[in-house]
């Protein structure tokens, strides 16, 4: 047995985060402007498998920036055409969403705003699909 797992510290004061990922996907930090990048690499192993031991990795969150955390249930939705949704999905879903939050004045989309772009998105690939398995999201966006 085997549990793949993402932990993470967010200084909310300066934007530090301190991310260690136990075999997950990798988290998707989006910056203002819409830049999407993967937060680290593949490195770590998932909890269960040996004794490893586990190296975290770092960012700054400017404001405006988000991470965006996502389980298996999304980047593996499948088509009916059999093509998986996979992180590129998971990445322009990301990205579609209007940098301004769809607010007046607003400089950053809401966590609300991208959690439902993503499972739209993934939701709208599958199409009459069932889904095979959970859809867990989690987005932070700093203000």
Not at 3 to 31: F, K, Q, W, Y
Not at 52 to 75: K, M, Q, R
Not at 88 to 109: F, H, K, T
């Amino acid at each position: 047995m085997f549990v793949t797992m993402v932990l993470g510290l967010l200084d909310a004061a300066s934007g530090r985060l301190e991310c260690v990922n136990a075999g997950h996907i990798l988290p998707v930090l989006r910056s203002p402007g819409i830049a999407i990048r993967d937060l680290g690499e593949p490195r770590n192993p998932p909890l269960g498998i040996g004794g490893a031991s586990y190296s975290a990795d770092a960012a700054e969150l400017d404001s405006g920036s988000a991470l965006v955390v996502v389980t298996d249930g999304i980047t593996e939705a499948f088509s009916p055409a059999g093509e998986e949704f996979g992180v590129e999905g998971l990445r322009s879903a990301v990205a579609s969403v209007a940098a301004d939050g769809g607010g007046a004045g607003a400089s950053a989309p809401s966590g609300g705003e991208l959690l439902s772009a993503v499972t739209r998105a993934a939701g709208d690939f599958r199409q009459s699909m069932p889904q095979h398995d959970d859809v867990t999201a989690l987005a932070i966006v700093r203000k």
